[in-house]
């Protein structure tokens, strides 16, 4: 069994697995990690896509496992460059990881294998683009082909702000190269799912789904940011829906990246947009990311059973024979506490204060997302700060658990949803 991991990235989700490995005696190191990681383990300045640093480091400290959180040094190949050197890495190899690094790829990819989503039409012109969307004359979606930190997505409710998008894709390239291709795609109605999967290259575990919330403010408003806040389960995917997005979704995918010659290995993470009600409920992919969801994992580890170290390391070395999915706690609930501004411009270096007593509450874990030591505090150092994870028997408890441990935490300008759970919860 694995001893000496090295986690790559520096977000909450990188905490919430360093904590996990700790817990489970690992010897953690993390690049570049957070203020948080740094009280679980080493943390070295190597930034997360800077391939041959993280090999140098990965050898440097003897690691038998590197775990890769973040999608960019993923589509870079970091996971090949380390294998080359005979070092076990979780996540997808280049070729598989273009399941999330081109959305076109992905579309593509799904249209092959008969995996439901929405109907689209690539575009390299944009003079081509804008005419489609003016034929239209209904809603529609523009996606920027590239990875995009989640700013390449806009779901427009007229012609006039599709038109716009495409300008500032890929006329005015606001995203950079990311938007010289588009995808142009029908919208879906419905309430939004993230279904994980752990694969070892024919194998999978599947994971408990959770349900994010990705827009700044109360209500599913405001700007996209990174996430606000997740829970798990939600209790729209009923049992036999999770048996329909396994056989009809997560199955053919992995079926299919093995028969085009790129197993996938590492964490699948399938957005999914649950459109229809009641029986009729139906499962379609908004899109692949082929890592692990911040701040779902915040949930999921905090509520997996199991030896999270056997998981990662079977993934890694093709064998999760024998890996059981398994749940300790029935619910879990994450709240982000953000800087003002974000998702815009925010200050940094605001001291944050009530951390202690915030962990004392029952079934809470604080996460680290942008944090920083200054002397014997902790001040802000990101747009997410932290990420209060709460345990409960019910999801009602582990949101009164996750609110109460906010409450008890401050820095100015602190910015939480006070509403996340809002559809479970009603
Ligand atoms: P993506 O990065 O493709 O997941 O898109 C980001 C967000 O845009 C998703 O989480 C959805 O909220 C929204 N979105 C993407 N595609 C669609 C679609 N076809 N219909 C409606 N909303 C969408
Ligand atoms: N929580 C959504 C993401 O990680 O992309």
């Given at each position: 069994m694995t001893k000496r991991v090295l986690i790559v990235g520096g977000g909450a989700r990188e905490h919430a697995l360093a904590w996990r490995f700790s817990r489970e005696g690992a010897e953690v190191h993390a690049a570049?990690?957070?203020?948080?990681?740094?009280?679980?383990?080493?943390?070295?300045?190597?930034?997360?896509?800077?391939?041959?640093?993280?090999?140098a480091l990965a050898k440097r400290v003897g690691a038998t496992l590197v775990v890769v959180g973040p999608e960019a040094p993923l589509v870079l190949g970091l996971v090949d460059a380390l294998q080359a050197e005979g070092?076990?890495?979780?996540?997808?190899?280049?070729?598989a990881a273009r399941l999330e690094g081109s959305k076109a790829?992905?579309?593509?990819?799904m249209a092959?294998?008969?995996i439901p989503t929405a109907g689209y039409r690539v575009f390299d012109d944009?003079?081509?683009?804008?005419?489609?969307?003016?034929?239209?004359?209904?809603?529609?979606?523009?996606?920027?082909?590239?990875?995009?930190?989640?700013?390449?997505?806009?779901?427009?409710?007229?012609?006039?702000?599709?038109l716009a998008a495409i300008d500032r894709f890929a006329r005015d390239r606001e995203l950079g190269d990311a938007g010289a291709r588009l995808v142009v795609e029908e919208t879906l109605v419905g309430e939004e799912v993230s279904f994980h999967v752990v694969a070892d290259g024919t194998r999978y575990v599947a994971l408990a789904p959770a349900q994010d919330h990705k827009r700044a403010l109360e209500g599913d408003r405001g700007?996209?940011?990174?996430?606000m806040g997740a829970f798990s389960p939600p209790p729209v995917v009923s049992p036999a829906l999770e048996r329909a997005i396994l056989e009809e979704i997560v199955e053919p995918t992995l079926r299919g990246c093995a028969a085009e010659g790129f197993p996938f290995r590492g964490a699948l993470f399938v957005g999914l947009m649950i459109t229809g009600e009641g029986a009729d409920r139906k499962a379609q992919v908004l899109e692949y990311n082929t890592r692990f969801g911040d701040p779902e994992t915040e949930c999921l580890m905090t509520r997996w059973g199991g030896s999270a170290l056997a998981l990662f390391d079977g993934s890694a070395k093709g064998d999760l024979q024998g890996v059981e999915t398994e749940w300790d706690a029935p619910a879990s609930l994450c709240v982000v506490l953000a800087s003002e501004g974000y998702p815009g411009a925010y200050p940094k270096g605001r001291?944050?204060?009530g951390l202690d007593r915030a962990a004392e509450v029952p079934g809470v874990t604080v996460f680290h997302a942008g944090t920083k030591r200054d002397g014997d505090r902790f001040v802000t150092a990101g747009g997410r700060v932290l990420?209060?994870?709460?345990v409960g028997a019910t999801l009602r408890e582990a949101a009164d658990r996750a609110y109460a441990a906010a409450d008890r935490i401050h820095f100015e300008g602190m910015h939480l949803r006070r509403d996340i759970g809002w559809r479970a919860l009603g």
């Open positions: 570049p990690g957070n203020a948080g990681i740094a009280e679980v383990g080493a943390v070295h300045p190597v930034a997360a896509d800077d391939l041959e640093g993280q090999v070092i076990a890495a979780f996540g997808p190899s280049k070729a790829f992905s579309k593509d990819f092959r294998h008969g944009a003079d081509a683009a804008s005419a489609y969307v003016r034929d239209a004359g209904r809603p529609l979606v523009i996606k920027a082909d590239g990875l995009a930190a989640g700013k390449g997505v806009v779901v427009a409710k007229d012609a006039d702000e599709a700007p996209n940011t990174g996430g001291a944050i204060e990420t209060v994870t709460a």
